[in-house]
């Protein structure tokens, strides 16, 4: 069994809601947090159209995330491109909330 380290991420009142943020984990891993009003999503700050930041991106209907390049969609609870001109999943991650603060977990790759 692999176990895969949780890595604090933010702390939840630094998350504005439906408000993409870009945050560097311990790691080194950039990841776009999403906080709604039921829980926190992370995703990688990655485009797969054209590796830009998804985090200058808006979140123009519940759960989706749209990147401000090119207007590719994602559904950020499951990394599914709902509109192109991407064509790849986005990587997600798991997410925890412990208290106030934000942990980010295992990666996973579409
Ligand atoms: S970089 Fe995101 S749609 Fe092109």
Redesign the pocket.
Known sequence: MTVVQLQRAARLAELEMDLPTAVTLPDGQRVCLVRDAERVYAVADR??????A?SG?DIVAPCILE??????RFDIRTGRVVE???TDDLTTYTVRVVGEEVFVGARRVP
């Open positions: 485009c797969p159209h054209r590796d830009f998804l991106g990147c401000p390049w090119h207007g590719a192109g001109p991407a």
